[in-house]
C-alpha cells in the first residue's frame, strides 16, 4: 500500500459501512432495492444496479448476501420461462414487438405488487446478471446449477433479443443501440458460452451472440480519431457507461487502443475532480457527478496500472458520504444543466440517497485496490 495507514483505515471504514447499508436495506427475500427511500424507485430491485451490488458484496466477503440476490433473480426469470418462449416464438414468426411487450429492467420486491409504469425496455442487466453471477460462483466455489433455469432464461432471452434497439443505462433513447449495453450483453453471453451447466446448443447460441455483438459494437459503435468507443451506434457522443466495455465487460481488452482512447476521452470531457458526469447533454437532476462512474473508472485506472488515480477516485467517493453514513447517487457538483435542477427535486424529491449501486461500487474498487479487511 503506498496510503499512510489513517488514509487506509477511514477508506477501509467505508467500506465496512457500505456493507452494512447493503445488508440493512437487502430484502429478506433476496432483492437489493435501488434506493429504499427515493420516490421513483422504492420497492423495486433493477437486475443493473443489483448485478454491481452482488459483484460488490461477493468481493467483500459476503458470499451469502450475493447468493440470495441471486436465488431472487434466478427465481423471477424461472417465472417467466414460458412468456420468453413466446417471445422468442413471436420475433421468429416476424412479428414486431413493442417495448412493453419485452421484460422488465426492475422487478417490484414484494410478490403482490403490482408494477408502475417504467420505461422497462432494457436488455444490459440481462448480460450483467448472467456476469454477476459467474464471477461470483467462480470466485466462491458456488455450483451454477442452483441457479440453472434463471441462466436459461436469461441467456435465451439475451441471446435472442440482443441487437435490438432498447432504452439504455440511463432508461433514455430507446429508438438507439447503445455501445455499453452491447458490452453488458457481450460480457454476459460470453460467460453463458463457458458455463458447463448449459447445454451445448445454448452455449453455441451464446457464443455466436456474444461474438456478433461484439463485432457490431466494433463496426457501428466507434468514431473519432483516435477510434474509440460511441454512446450509441452511428453516433460519436461519449457516455461514461462506456468504460464498462472495457472493465469489467471486456468487449475491448484494458491494453487495446480503442479502450485506451475510449477512457481517455471519459476523462478529459465527464471527469471534474475525481467525480464523473454520465454524458454532456445530462439534464437529470441537473446533471451531476456520479459517484458510481467515478469507481467504474477506477476501475479501469487499477486494471491498467494506475494505482494512483484510482486510489484517487475512491477518495474522492469516499468524501461524498452524507453525516448519516450514506452515499448518494450524485452530487451537484459542477452541474452540467443547472437549470433542470429544481423541476427534478419538485417532482421527484431529493437525489436518491442512499444509493445502493453506489456502496457496491465503492466494495467493488475497495476491493480491486486491496483496500479490504480480508
Ligand atoms: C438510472 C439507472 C438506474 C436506476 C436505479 C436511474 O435513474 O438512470 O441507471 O438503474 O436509476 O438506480
Known amino acids: 500500500m503506498t496510503e499512510p495507514l489513517a488514509d ?36 423495486y430491485s433493477w437486475l443493473r444496479d443489483g448485478a454491481f451490488i452482488a459483484e460488490g458484496m461477493s468481493r467483500y466477503g459476503d458470499a451469502e448476501s450475493a447468493d440470495a440476490f441471486h436465488d431472487w433473480v434466478a ?8 412468456e420468453v418462449d413466446e417471445l422468442i416464438l413471436r420475433r421468429a414468426a416476424g412479428e414486431q414487438l413493442a417495448p412493453a411487450d419485452m421484460l422488465p429492467t426492475r422487478f417490484a420486491i414484494a410478490p403482490d405488487a403490482g408494477a408502475d409504469e417504467w420505461w422497462n425496455f432494457q436488455t444490459d442487466g440481462y448480460g450483467m446478471w448472467l456476469w454477476a453471477v459467474e464471477v461470483h460462483a467462480t470466485r466462491h466455489g458456488r455450483d451454477l446449477d442452483r441457479w440453472r433455469t434463471g441462466i436459461e432464461v436469461a441467456t435465451d432471452y439475451a441471446a435472442a433479443f440482443w441487437d435490438v434497439p432498447c432504452y439504455d443505462w440511463w432508461e433514455e433513447n430507446v429508438d438507439k ?9 457481450y460480457a454476459g453471453l460470453a460467460a453463458a458460452a463457458d458455463m458447463a451447466i448449459l447445454d451445448g446448443a445454448r452455449r453455441a447460441k451464446a457464443r455466436a451472440s456474444a461474438d456478433a455483438s461484439r463485432t457490431l459494437a466494433l463496426d457501428e459503435g466507434v468514431a473519432g480519431s483516435p477510434p474509440r468507443l460511441t454512446k450509441w451506434l452511428g453516433g460519436d457522443q461519449i457516455d461514461a457507461s462506456l468504460a464498462a466495455c472495457v472493465v469489467p465487460f471486456g468487449l475491448v481488452a484494458p491494453g487495446d487502443p480503442i479502450g485506451a482512447a475510449t477512457l481517455d476521452e471519459i476523462r478529459a ?59 448518494p447517487e450524485q ?44
Open 8 to 43: 487506509r483505515e477511514h477508506l477501509l471504514e467505508i467500506a465496512r459501512r457500505s456493507h452494512e447499508v447493503i445488508r440493512r436495506y437487502q430484502d429478506s427475500g433476496g432483492a437489493y432495492p435501488a434506493s429504499p427511500s427515493f420516490s421513483a424507485y422504492r420497492g
Open 75 to 82: 427465481e423471477r426469470l424461472a417465472e417467466r420461462r414460458d
Open 177 to 185: 443501440r447503445h455501445g455499453s449495453t452491447l458490452g453488458a450483453l
Open 269 to 327: 470531457r465527464l471527469d471534474v475532480g475525481g467525480g464523473v458526469h454520465r454524458y454532456l447533454a445530462d439534464q437529470f437532476f441537473g446533471g451531476g457527478l456520479w459517484l458510481l462512474l467515478s469507481c467504474l473508472v477506477g476501475w479501469n485506472e487499477a486494471a491498467t496500472g494506475d494505482r494512483g488515480a484510482a486510489l484517487a477516485r475512491l477518495r474522492w467517493t469516499a468524501a461524498q458520504l452524507t453525516a448519516e453514513g450514506e452515499f
Open 331 to 374: 452530487v451537484p457538483t459542477d452541474l452540467l444543466n443547472p437549470e433542470y435542477r429544481d423541476e427534478w427535486v419538485a417532482n421527484w424529491g431529493p437525489v436518491a440517497t442512499p444509493l445502493l449501486w453506489s456502496h457496491g461500487m465503492y466494495l467493488i474498487l475497495a476491493d480491486e485496490l486491496g483496500v479490504t479487511s480480508r
